[in-house]
């Protein structure tokens, strides 16, 4: 353990180092993590005000609130390895990551982690600006506050080994880019990120449910914002706990299979 | 060649069988692949054995596409051998055990390991965290690199300031600060200049003499092969064609010599002696069997007024090109 901890410590001073080489490319990025959920804030606002104050279970206060907290999370959850594992398998620098004696991907979460350490106060800053701009409103509640951390580091990890397991179909097929597309869609309406899942009708919640998606990102936002009973919040953890088992068991049945393809055909 | 150390490097018998699939061109051909897909058996290593001892400096020769490269990748864990045994430091490479990769490196002088916008210092502080390279050790490592690779200037720029060659001599010295009992060098000099070249040589000569590492390096430059290696493997098609030592290699391979006389202009008429390739100013080559080139020196010095003679082998370069025209032995 103490060997990974310095790897870790290592990678965030590289990743550092690297981060503020390109500033101007860090604030462009930025500004594309900010203006999606900007976009669905302002569109949600504009039809909750045409409706009479409210959608749903929704007020314009609460649409406010939750597409805030959404862009945070999304954030603090979001990779983008699916495009850099296929970037570094067709280039054959993987070869180098398999010749390390440490799993690759111990590398990539700590340079996650790294990159979203780096740029979360300036997204702090923006949902402050926004919550001056917007009135969210949020019902506080102490413990699902504290409940609300696990569930975020639960997010981040289903989200990471899920899309680091994906990524590894670059081992297969040189039509990642598809393979990416289909699981964006897939996450944009089922996450939560579109509009909050409570919108939708039953069976399509229902589905939002069996599927990984809102465990990764809309279900800390539930939580956070005091949309969720106590057993809710238990059942939700438990299933993102279930899920990750799941997700570390196929990434470990992939990875054994990919390298095996790898080391079959050579790059 | 025969060693009484155990070996480093144990190869018998290894295959390595590519499966490429291949299909005509046009439109045709491309919706018939989609249902039935043929696939052609490429066989990249046919049946190599080999030993290398604790130390050893071996140069591997071949053509683009002879087998040099994959290889070196079954010997370093990242292809699986199709069939044969192999083993390097005692371990199965493919397995890729921890205890196994702390004791190698490859280096491939067409890839980049370094991270493109930092010093190089800063990659090599995390290949220090990757292969927990104790303090005192990794001071030492880092003293000895720069000094040999006259590194010292190089280690603060970010890497994509850096020229081909002194990123390369960079690359180096990141792959060998766990100070790898066998290093995989994979055309270290490729596109490097004759200086930078010389440079690198001498680099791994030192490296080698200093650690006692076991050396198995590829190139296309015969240079490198003459400066650094005693042993040599040529590989042509998969197969090995020859190993030993370089200078048996000329010696088998050489049926002729090159006399070189420097007479006053080109008159004379030396067709007496050998076959006459070229005559320049007076300066006549002369190519001879072999067995021959005494008693046609003897002929020459007796019967010309000479003002210079030298007796050479072909370039090397020739001889290796004869191999691979010939592929026998």
Known sequence: MKGLGAIYLQQFRTTLASQLQYRAMLFIWLIGQV??????????????????????????????????????????????????????????????????????????????????????????????????????????????????????????????????????????????????QIYYVLLLFFSGQVAPLSLLPGPIRTLASALPFRWMVSFPIELLLGRLTPSQALVGLGAQVAWLAACFILLKMMWRAGVRVYSAVGA | MASTASPVIHLRDLRKTYLVSERESGARAALKSLLHRRTQEVPAVAGISFDVAPGEVVGFLGPNGAGKTTTLKMLSGLLHPSEGDVAVLGHTPWKREKSFLRKITLVMGQRNQLVWDIPAADSFELNRAIYRIPNDVYRQSLDDLTDLLDLGPLLRKP??????????????????????????????????????????????????????????????????VEALCKRVLVIHHGKLLFDGELARLVQRFTRHKTIVVQLQDCSSDLRAYGDVIECEDGRVTLRVPRAETARVTERLLADLPLIDLSVEDPPIEEIIEQVFAQEVL
């Open chain 1, 35 to 180: 203006l999606e959920p900007l976009v669905y804030l302002v569109v949600w606002s504009a039809v909750s005000r045409s409706t009479g104050g409210s959608v749903g279970d929704f007020s314009s206060g609460e649409f406010a609130a939750y597409f805030i907290v959404m862009m945070l999370i999304n954030h603090s959850t979001f990779t983008w390895i699916m495009w850099e594992q296929e970037y570094r398998i067709r280039q054959g620098t993987f070869s180098f990551a398999l010749l390390k004696p440490v799993h690759p991907i111990h590398s990539d979460i700590a340079d996650n982690i790294s990159y979203k350490l780096i740029t979360f106060p300036a997204m702090l800053l923006v949902a402050l600006a926004l919550s001056l701009a917007f009135r969210p409103q949020i019902h506080f509640a102490p413990w699902a506050f504290i409940a609300f951390f696990p569930a975020l580091g639960l997010a981040f990890l289903m989200r990471f080994l899920l899309e680091w397991t994906i990524s590894l179909t670059a081992f297969w097929t040189t039509r990642v880019s598809a393979i990416n």
């Open chain 2, 159 to 224: 890497v994509r300031n850096l020229s081909l060659g002194e990123r390369m001599k960079c690359e180096i010295a990141a792959a060998l600060l766990h100070r790898p009992q066998v290093v995989f060098l994979d055309e270290p000099t490729i596109g490097l200049d004759v200086s930078m070249q010389r440079r690198i040589r001498s680099f791994i000569t030192d490296y080698n003499r200093r650690y006692g590492a076991t050396v198995l390096l590829t190139s296309h430059y015969m240079a490198d």
